[in-house]
């Protein structure tokens, strides 16, 4: 697995990037980290009991937001561009209980019609099994766009 590189992760953007998901700096955020497998891109978070709906159980907003995020890092990695969601529809198959420790998330570009890339993501629980999954659509913008707007700083800037 090859680890992906946050490009905003730069001391000058200190109270300037906030993502809730991806920024290492959002106190209040997932604060996650990517890694690429083939065509696979791999999120992992450990939830802790602050991130509950049930008593025990990872809330479901915190799992549309693992299977979302995957989606928007797919979208710079792979199609090597900046994207927004236009579309999810998230599958709750199984309870995904904090006790069990770290989730994986995987996300996997399955089509690009035009503007709209599909994307499929799943999460798995600390034992591996499937939890949840979404089928993601994401409005794709051109590179330009992307970079002008998006502040996405170009594919070579998630590698080192
Ligand atoms: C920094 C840290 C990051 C950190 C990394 C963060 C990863 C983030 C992952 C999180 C993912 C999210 O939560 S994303 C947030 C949730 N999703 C959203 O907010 C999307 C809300 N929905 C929308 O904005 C809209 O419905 C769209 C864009 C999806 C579709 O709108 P639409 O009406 O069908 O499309 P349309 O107007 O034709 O195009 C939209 C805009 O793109 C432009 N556009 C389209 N094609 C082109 C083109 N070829 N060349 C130039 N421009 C174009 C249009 O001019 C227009 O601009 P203009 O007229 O607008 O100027």
Redesign the pocket.
């Known amino acids: 697995m090859k680890k992906i590189r946050n490009p905003?992760k730069e001391p000058k953007?200190i109270g300037e990037?906030n993502?809730f998901?991806?920024?290492p700096y959002n106190s209040s955020g997932l604060q996650l980290e990517f890694w690429e497998n083939h065509d696979e891109l791999i999120t992992k978070w450990n939830p802790e009991r602050s991130y509950e709906g049930w008593i025990g159980v990872l809330h479901g907003g915190i799992q549309a937001?693992l299977l979302?995020?995957i989606?928007?890092?797919l979208?710079?990695v792979k199609l090597k561009t900046?994207?927004?969601?236009?579309n999810m529809q998230v599958s709750y198959l199984k309870p995904v209980k904090v006790s069990k420790g770290e989730v994986t998330v995987k996300g996997k570009l399955e089509s690009v019609e035009g503007?709209i890339a599909k994307i499929s993501a799943s999460l798995y629980d600390g034992d591996g099994e499937e939890c949840a999954k979404a089928e993601l659509s994401?409005?794709v913008?051109?590179e330009?766009?992307a970079k002008a707007?998006?502040?996405?700083p170009g594919i070579d800037a998630f590698y080192d």
């Open positions: 905003w953007n990037y993502c998901a991806c920024s937001t979302d995020e989606g928007g890092w979208v710079m900046a994207g927004v969601t236009s503007r994401y409005f913008f051109p330009n766009i707007r998006y502040q996405y």
